[in-house]
């Protein structure tokens, strides 16, 4: 149950906090608000879906994943502005389906 039950809460817990939030709260940037709580719940399923593995610090994967997370999400909230990044990003055809999909890998590689 541990290895499946806690990512399942996560995912559980995580809707019902982004539905509160996006539901009673107004805020004046709402959308990028609930990008960041949304990209940090898919970043912990990430993370508790890798489970424990003692032994391994990892300290400079762990620098690194942390960079390109805060870049993808600084990227997505669109706090920065870069067209070329925009032209390759829609050229491969990155939607938020495959932003969401790389929270959850970058939060499966720092667990």
Request: net charge positive; hydrophobic share 55%; glycine share 10%.
């Amino acid at each position: 149950m541990k290895k499946y039950g806690v990512p399942l809460v996560v995912v559980v817990i995580g809707s019902l906090f982004l539905y509160i939030i996006n539901t009673y709260v107004q805020l004046v940037f709402k959308s990028q608000v609930m990008t960041v709580l949304t990209s940090f719940v898919l970043f912990l399923f990430g993370f508790y879906l890798n489970g424990a593995k003692r032994g391994r610090s990892g300290a400079l994967r762990r620098v690194i994943v942390i960079i390109l997370y805060l870049a993808l999400l600084v990227v997505q909230t669109g706090l920065i502005n870069l067209n070329f990044l925009e032209i390759v990003l829609s050229e491969i055809g990155a939607t938020s389906v495959v932003f969401y999909m790389l929270y959850v890998y970058f939060g499966y590689i720092y667990g």
